[in-house]
T-cell receptor, first 117, second 111 residues
Framework: SAVISQKPSRDICQRGTSLTIQCQVD?????MFWYRQQPGQSLTLIAT?????????ESGFVIDKFPISRPNLTFSTLTVSNMSPEDSSIYLC??????????????FGAGSRLTVL | RKEVEQDPGPFNVPEGATVAFNCTYS??????FFWYRQDCRKEPKLLMS???SGNEDGRFTAQLNRASQYISLLIRDSKLSDSATYLC????????????FGGGTRLMVKP
């Protein structure tokens, strides 16, 4: 499976500022995803990062708040803009692969733990 | 009703015990099912896919019941290292083939 490097691993930020999270994959992948995991909760898909076009956002997430770049097939960034304490969460990059069964499976980066004061 | 629902636990079991988790899903057209494991402060990792006929991987057995729309994970001879949160994941039959995560079931295996 793909190896994903994500940074920063953690950060503490002031409200009103923005943070960009980077995700690097060791192989070319078609599908890259950004998830959020709030404290004590499960994962929620923010958006699918598309190479060469705008990201596809899920309900409740907008480009102005979470701009995403996907300049090539191995790299993506997620920016959390104008942060508030409610944005404190773990942000996870993931890529889609294929299990032996043929089903889609996800491999995750180690996550970026963000705390907004 | 949540799309994918799990008992959050925690399940506290002694070493060597057998423990089972269930997960229910609401979309009857869901295509594929998985169990992921997430250790504390770590990313989720695929534990096993769940096949219609049921499948086993060592001490772990996963089963799917499409009629009742649930999947299960059975862990035999629990080890301390099994302590983690187990996430039920469902691939829906919708545009984009989105994976939906359950809230996770926390397992704590004690000596």
């Amino acid at each position: 499976s793909a190896v994903i490097s994500q940074k920063p691993s953690r950060d503490i930020c002031q409200r009103g500022t923005s943070l960009t999270i980077q995700c690097q994959v060791d192989s070319q992948v078609t599908m890259m995803f950004w998830y959020r995991q709030q404290p004590g909760q499960s994962l929620t898909l923010i958006a699918t990062a598309n190479q060469g076009s705008e990201a596809t956002y899920e309900s409740g997430f907008v480009i102005d708040k979470f701009p995403i770049s996907r300049p090539n097939l191995t790299f993506s960034t997620l920016t959390v803009s104008n942060m508030s304490p409610e944005d404190s969460s773990i942000y996870l990059c993931s890529v889609s692969g294929t299990a032996l069964s043929g089903a889609n499976v996800l491999t995750f980066g180690a996550g970026s733990r963000l705390t907004v004061l | 009703r949540k799309e994918v629902e799990q008992d959050p636990g925690p399940f506290n079991v002694p070493e060597g015990a057998t423990v089972a988790f269930n997960c229910t899903y609401s979309n009857s057209a869901s295509q594929s099912f998985f169990w992921y494991r997430q250790d504390c402060r770590k990313e989720p990792k695929l534990l096993m896919s769940v096949y219609s006929s049921g499948n086993e991987d060592g001490r772990f057995t996963a089963q799917l019941n499409r009629a009742s729309q649930y999947i299960s994970l059975l862990i035999r001879d629990s080890k301390l290292s099994d302590s983690a949160t187990y996430l039920c994941v469902v691939l829906g039959n919708n545009a984009g083939n989105m994976l939906t995560f359950g809230g996770g079931t926390r397992l704590m295996v004690k000596p």
